[in-house]
């Protein structure tokens, strides 16, 4: 289901773009328009697009302020007398180490759930053991129901006791396993859709699971893999919990927990951290605004029906 | 969702004409490595966390010793608990009550025609990728009495200081709200992606029949989207059950206790009061109401028995 959303609604997007030209000499009579158009949804999608917006608005605005010109002025108008000084501040405070220890969370997760998950997708789709690997399946569908914070505790003795409290590595691996139920039941959607005619012909040829897997499965999949490593990206850039209670040192920090711990250095100047966040999200806005159609087809094939 | 990943069976296998059917099938010795990471990190905690619920108040000092079910008795006589619990499920109602409604009638709009998605240009979807974290420190400082939003927006919706965090009811509106300013998109475009898959020929029909937009409404597209309605549902429900990020980070479970929160009474429990068993019988406790929940709402929705979504693609 997912791969079909993830290939069908650009497409379907792009179509229907393209047929506004010809189809507009026949568009629906005023009385038509009416009766399927609906004026309270409109309204309610834009008034929620302000409540979006204005926020994310006054943080860029009040972020170019110093604290005493924040405090005074109306955050609706734009600042008269932009300064740089809290933008100076949080790369002063390290921003760009906490920057780099994110990105190393992220990558280190995206290639280590893809690396675990897809063959254990393919295994689960095409092994011969067909209870054994539903059964295998079903376990990782229970561990959805796991919530992150119930297991912080074991999590915490756990890692004290391999040594690895207080490093990245704490951080990235109750991340990928966090990030593997969901990334399975999205891979094994997507392997079950590749029709049993083009296992038939590689078998034919006699091709080894490996070769099947590089050929035929990897190639088919992409758009589940790429749905699969925005979800686990994601969430590790964002994961707040695992860094919180897994590390503790500054040099340990990422963007999560550095801006928590920026948030009680500032206490009231607020410029500063609305600064941090500016910064902090920039990142991803680009990433977003770069891959923004993708991800929300990932997001509405997630669904289902 | 997932209910309708595990009902559905494997197909049933077709074998061409002389096809070795074994050739290229991995061996299930494929999903050990995975599988085995996934056991050591998530299965096996939560497995420790119900040993370490028998283990008495253990700090994290010395070996725990199993001394009888003292954690889970005191559980349901602790007054704070049963406080927490009355406050979670009201985060929880109020947070499905606040974001299914705008969230259905957005994404099922959006799903409609072409140039009304252009409505929801690329910011509509911004929270998206913005964390928690992020998220709730913004709200933080915007709600600050002395700084943001919070003196002019104060007012209008009967906090006349401006201080919505420091009043009782205030702090657990914020936490509804800034709740739904995260996840209102992802579920927008959960009923976007539902609605699109009702086939048109279903309104065509009705419109034949002289039905009216709300009666397609109550017919046809709120049936059609039962089991989307379903997967959103069990996501905010669960997703309440067990928030922790913007309690811990916008109201510290206060004013008082306004807005402790069972996954914040059980986070004071482990790491400010060092109670590991007790925060891990609150924690086992947690996770059997929401699987409960969530089973309950896929069964009385009848979601269980749809074989799979993918049926006839």
Known sequence: MIRLAVETTPRTGARASCAAGPGRRNRPGLADRL????????????????IVIVPIYVMINASFQSQSSALGGDLLVPTTHPTLQNYKLAFQNGFMHLLFNTVVVTVATIVLVLGLSVPLAFAIVRARGRHSSLLVFRIFLLGLAIPAPVILVPL??????????????AIILPTVAFAMPVTLLVLVGTMRDISEEL????????????????KLVIPLSRGGISTVAVFSGLSAWN??????????????????????SLSSEYGVDIPAMLAALTLAGIPMLVLYLAARRALISSVVGFGGR | MTLAATSGKPRPQRHGAGAPARVGRPRLAWALPGFLFFALFAVVP???????????????????????????????????????????????????VFQTPVAMLI?????????NRAVLAALFFIPLVLSSTAISLLFKALLDPNFGLAPSIGPWIGFPDGNILGSTNGALIALVFVGGWQFMPFHTLIYQGGARAIPKS?????????????AQFVHITLPQLRNTITTSSVLIVVGSLTSFETVFLLTQGG???????????????AFDDFNFGYACALGAGLVVVSTVLSLLMVRLSGFGSMRSTREGA
């Open chain 2, 202 to 214: 279903f309104y065509d029909a009705a419109a034949i029949d002289g039905a009216g937009r709300v």
């Open chain 1, 156 to 169: 915490y003795v756990m890692v004290s006791k391999m040594g690895l409290y207080d490093t990245l590595w």
């Open chain 1, 35 to 50: 009766r399927r158009d609906n004026p309270a949804a409109a309204l309610a999608a834009l008034l929620w697009l302000a």
């Open chain 2, 107 to 115: 994404g099922v709009w959006a799903a409609g025609k072409q140039r």
């Open chain 2, 46 to 96: 939560m497995l420790y966390a119900v040993y370490l619920s028998f283990c008495g108040n253990w700090s994290g000092i010395g070996s725990p010793q199993l001394s009888g079910a003292g954690n889970w008795t005191r559980l349901f006589q602790d007054s704070s608990i049963r406080q927490a619990t009355r406050l979670t499920v009201e985060l929880t109602v109020l947070s499905w």
């Open chain 1, 199 to 214: 296992y038939e012909a590689m078998a034919l040829e006699g091709a080894t699971p490996a070769r099947m897997l590089f």
């Open chain 1, 239 to 260: 994961g707040l919990l695992f860094p919180l209670i897994l590390t503790q040192s500054p040099q340990n920090e990422v963007l999560t927990t550095g801006l928590w």
């Open chain 2, 255 to 269: 004013p008082g206790a306004a807005t402790s929160t069972l996954s914040w009474v059980m986070y004071q429990n």
